[in-house]
């Protein structure tokens, strides 16, 4: 019988190597692209319709977002009460979802009804109208929202800081109350029809997918489902940085000031990323990091601040974030600005850049749990044009990322002095 030591710590392994499940590929005779991910497990799917967003209009800011969060209010023949009634009868679950490049649904099923689920979703992205009554609620609900949300610091802080990386684009976007006024049903449909169609699609299935869920998936999508005559204008506005660097907005009776300071930067598809993201896990991406023990642990001016790297199809965007309380915010900036130039000046030492190298690997290895988790790795490759050896280099990039590497790249990327600054609250 073997006795366990318990002075004695276990023996430590690092992460080899990342093994991903690829997926399976047809291509409809519409042009919708389908990938799916086989599990062979539990009798679920998960159905992804991700559409690329048509070109940002300044003129109306708002018709990629409206249109993909109204997609479920109704179509030519069902309304938003029946849809939600008939995917609740069968248990499954439905949700459209919107992000800066695309706007996606996604269904959850139990591949036994899923005869009677995809009827509601080709309803929707092929005969979506967007009801007046509805619409006038919509305005209604978003404007009161954002209201409410314009009142938080944090909220106003993020926004400053999209605009003056990314100006008038759609990573920019800085809605206003009266932009809600703007959106028609009439341009609301127009949009629709030009954006969700086959050609602009891309399907991810992911789950227990078996011949016969694959040929019904087929039959249902490839037929009724035609491309529109104008081919949807999927190309956005070149990025205008504000030349302004430091942004102000004083709350007279703020109790917390709202930081983030950050540049544009490069996205998924630069060599240097992956080494990046080591750099910034040191800096700020994780609970042990140099923010964390510096304004948190340190000093106490935060319960919580970060740093992070943000990689869109067309950009990418480098940030510190948090609240701090309003009387030591300027303090909090001086103390980021030290944290960022002692990266520029002196090595990581072996120990802290072991572990987070671990920590690294050890959170891209428990975040493949499931199927699911296998197809959103890819959808970030493929989605930035990139292959299964991205995660091979990333890995490797990781895990060889010395700390002479690390400061050189510090100094090539970070300049506080060129970072936007924005600060809401007091400072």
Known sequence: MTVLNRKQAPQFNGVENITLIKPEHIKLANGCDVYSFNSGGQDLLRIEWIFNNLRFNVAKPLLNVATNTMLTDGTTITTAAQIADHIDFYGAFLQVDY?????????????????STLPVIKDIITNSVFPQKELDTFVRNQQQKLQVSLQKNDFVARRIFNKALNGDTIYGLAAQPEDFQSLTQEDLQ???????????????????VSKEAMALLTDTFETGWENQP????????????????????????????????????INRTHPDFPAMQVL???????FGS???????????????????????KQSGSFFIAS??????????????????????????PH???????????????????????????FKNLYFAGLDYDYYDRYTAAVKSATSEELKALANKYWDFDNFYKVVVGKY
């Not at 910034?280 to 994780?286: A, C, E, I």
């Open 99 to 115: 992000s800066y490049d695309h706007s996606q649904v996604t269904l959850y099923t139990l591949t036994k009804y899923l005869g």
């Open 230 to 265: 104008a081919i949807a204008d999927i190309m956005q506005p070149v990025l205008e940085p504000s030349s302004e660097r430091f942004f102000y907005t004083e709350k007279p009776g703020a109790l917390q000031s709202a930081i983030r300071i950050g540049t544009p930067f």
């Open 190 to 208: 127009a949009h629709f029809k030009e954006m969700y169609q086959p050609a602009n699609c891309t399907m991810v299935v992911a789950g227990k």
């Open 280 to 286: 910034n896990t040191v800096l700020g991406g994780y």
């Open 351 to 377: 120990e802290e850049l072991s572990l987070v190298r671990n920590f690294m690997l050890g959170s891209l290895l428990g975040s493949l749990e499931n199927v699911f988790s296998h197809a959103d790795k």
């Open 290 to 312: 140099r923010l964390m023990a510096n304004i948190r642990e340190d000093k106490g001016y935060t319960y919580g601040i970060g740093s992070g790297i943000s990689s869109f």
């Open 323 to 348: 609240e701090v309380g309003a009387d030591v915010s300027h303090s909090a900036v001086n103390e980021i600005e030290k944290e960022v130039n002692l990266l520029k000046k002196d090595l990581i």
